[in-house]
């Protein structure tokens, strides 16, 4: 059965299955291209006549992915777009959850998820909305040009359509709760402390993220022109929105491995830590400071907030990538014995039942940055050249940056996001590789795991350590 009901800008269709009303790709702001490219949120051009939203719209661009997250959208120009679920829309006042999603602000800015229905939450009474927003360069690329900070403007200009609209789709717009996980519990405690979010949420969920995710102006400024140097125009917002979006995003994913791979402080400034070229950016009017800091002054003092990670969050992060079977009580040890951070004193005691997230990060304080030290600086101090791989350095917060950091303790190279890795479920319900391949620095005696194969060995790695070339021939 369909149902329609009538917004600001138009009328749309719907549909309504075992008692909840449900409303898919709904426009909430014009279609981020041509003119409007790498330019805040425009308002949404009024339609005539009755709009389907039966299906999810097209969501924003983004490079190729591990598969975290199973999305249900493709691609496409008309992607600010939102997706509602109503217990009933005859009676107003329902409490309202706007669910942002995460995905390091390089993928999955999009609602359109199996995982992100929200027909339980309808069917608890509560009205729930899940957005897109723009991600990397074209959500967050900073150019000095008073443009800054487009994503966490799209996750706005959604929430201001939440306060004029969905009073007609049951919802209650003085009770509306935020919610994300991971890169969307970073904008969630970003927008607590941005003057444009005020009044548009009275309460906040932050699941395994912060406040404190942000780049300095300077630091995104000298990412924009590494950006532009490799796509090789000018460092300028019509320049880089005429290059071919395929163009954009394989550029975008050798910015990011190049981050990965040489975490240099010197070059990339507080981006080392975190391994996030694309994140919010500390503008001066968007975010006039940090969010942490701005929270600690009082800003966001009237919205009641919720904060807690998600257990055994960090598996998706490390069976994918096929760190987790090198993560063993053993290495972790190893890896706390051949460390000598100065922050280790701020780690948990050490236990043989201990997981690898509680021992993943070890963080030097540097003078430079005040964040992160060289990750190569801790390493040759403290440890001697041929005993162990280097403990590179990061903080926690960014799933992606620490599983990476952690498979570089273990000597591991990840593959590079683009990687389309071959995945299936095991009778056992986890997920596994074939016919996988990856690069490990191999220390002398180090035995191979079960089901590798050691095909090819060069000379030496960046660390100065024997490498060898494995391969997965599991079925």
Not at 26 to 38: D, N
Not at 411 to 428: D, E, N, Q
Request: net charge positive; with cysteine; charged share 20%.
């Amino acid at each position: 059965m369909n149902t329609v009901v009538k917004t600001r800008y138009g009328e749309v269709r719907g549909s309504v299955a075992d008692g909840v009303h449900t409303f898919k790709g709904i426009p909430y702001a014009a279609p981020p291209f041509g003119a409007y490219r790498l330019r805040p949120p425009q308002p949404v051009a009024p339609w005539s006549g009755v709009r389907d939203a039966l299906s999810y719209g097209r969501k924003p661009p983004e490079p190729p992915h591990p598969p975290w997250v199973p999305e249900l959208a493709i691609p496409g120009e008309d992607c600010l777009n939102l997706n509602i679920w109503s217990p009933d829309l005859r009676s107003a006042g329902r409490p309202v959850m706007v669910w942002i999603s995460g995905g390091l602000f390089e993928y999955h800015g999009a609602g359109a998820s199996p995982w992100y229905d929200g027909s339980r939450f309808a069917r608890d009474g509560i009205v729930c909305v899940t957005i897109n927003y723009r991600v990397g360069p074209d959500g967050f690329l900073y150019l000095g040009e008073g443009d800054a900070n487009r994503g966490l403007l799209d996750q706005i200009a959604a929430l201001q359509w939440v306060q004029e609209n969905i009073a007609a789709f049951g919802g209650d717009p003085q009770n509306v709760t935020i919610f994300g996980e991971s890169a969307g519990a970073m904008s969630v405690g970003t927008m607590l402390s941005m003057p444009r979010a005020e009044g548009l949420f009275r309460r906040a969920i932050a699941q395994s993220g912060a406040a404190q995710h942000v780049t300095s102006a300077a630091t995104a400024q000298r990412i924009s022109q590494y950006l532009a140097e490799k796509l090789g125009v000018a460092a300028t917002r019509e320049a880089i929105a005429a290059v071919p979006l395929d163009r954009l995003l394989a550029v975008q994913e050798e910015l990011k491995a190049d981050v990965d791979a040489h975490p240099d402080p010197q070059r990339w400034g507080e981006v080392a830590a975190n391994l996030l070229p694309f994140e919010p950016v500390i503008d001066g009017e968007i975010l006039p400071a940090r969010p942490i800091d701005r929270i600690v002054a009082g800003a966001g003092a009237g919205v009641d907030v919720m904060v807690g990670t998600n257990t055994e969050e960090w598996r998706l992060m490390l069976v994918p990538s096929s760190v987790i079977e090198h993560v063993t009580n053993e290495a972790l040890l190893q890896l706390w014995q051949a460390t000598d951070c100065r922050s280790r004193r701020h780690w948990p005691p050490i236990a043989p039942h201990i997981r690898a997230p509680a021992l993943a990060i070890c963080s030097q304080p540097s003078r430079a940055t005040g964040i992160g030290a060289s990750p190569r600086s801790a390493w040759q101090k403290h440890t001697p050249r041929t005993a162990r791989p280097p403990i590179c350095t990061s903080l926690p917060g960014a799933h992606r940056s620490s599983t990476d950091t952690l498979a570089r303790a273990m000597g591991l190279r990840l593959p590079s996001s683009s990687t389309r890795w071959a995945t299936r479920l095991s009778r056992s319900g986890e997920p596994t590789l074939r016919n996988s391949s990856l690069t490990r620095c191999m220390p002398p005696g180090l035995p191979l795991p079960p089901g590798e194969t050691l095909v090819g060995r060069s000379t030496s790695c960046s660390v100065g350590q024997p490498c060898a070339s494995i391969r997965r021939q599991r079925s």
